[in-house]
């Protein structure tokens, strides 16, 4: 059974401190990584890591993902109230549609 | 181009009682899936659907729970004879492809069961 497991559970910062969510995975035959926010409502997708070592970025986010030991992760730089979310993280398998198994996510907050 | 859309947004039940959830997918696209999150965690796929076909409902309880694709109208999940543990929200994604490229599965804004 495919398994990814988020670290932290739960987060609190204050504006403008960076912080480094992270993602262990466990999925046979593996295609892809991706990462969403979810803030009271829709999560909202952010990113989709195939490769190892290639760093993803939008703005102040950033990804990257490590195959050969199984995680990824995810930074936010300068950190605003408005990133206060569950950062979510979900793998995909190969021939699998986007039937994604998901983490239990991270809950950022961000204190003014 | 409108979103994912789910109706109803918060739904209440009585345990035994019926619940249905709707989920009209993006314009154009003909992958249906759904899942459920339970209070404090993650997603949890329970089935994906093409028009008129179930493809994979690895993820339903076997009782009580279907889904549905017609070919005209919305996706529908329905959960029969509720029970407090049904109480969750469940979310549709819709994409285009099968396996995107992009990683983009477009999420509704969930329907919120609450089964008294």
Known sequence: EDKVVQSPLSLVVHEGDTVTLNCSYEVTNFRSLLWYKQEKKAPTFLFMLTSSGIEKKSGRLSSILDKKELFSILNITATQTGDSAIYLCAVERRNAGNMLTFGGGTRLMVKP | ?116
């Open chain 2, 1 to 116: 181009n409108a979103g994912v859309m789910q109706n109803p947004r918060h739904l209440v039940r009585r345990r035994g009682q019926e619940a249905r959830l709707r989920c009209s997918p993006m314009k154009g696209h003909s992958h249906v899936y759904w899942y459920r999150q339970l209070p404090e965690e993650g997603l949890k796929f329970m089935v994906y659907l093409q028009k008129e076909n179930i493809i994979d409902e690895s993820g339903m309880p076997k009782e009580r729970f279907s889904a549905e694709f017609p070919k005209e109208g919305p996706s529908i999940l329905r959960i029969q004879q509720v029970v407090r543990g049904d109480s969750a929200a469940y979310f549709c994604a819709s994409s285009l492809l099968l396996q995107t490229n992009t990683g983009e599965l477009f999420f509704g804004e969930g329907s919120r069961l609450t089964v008294l």
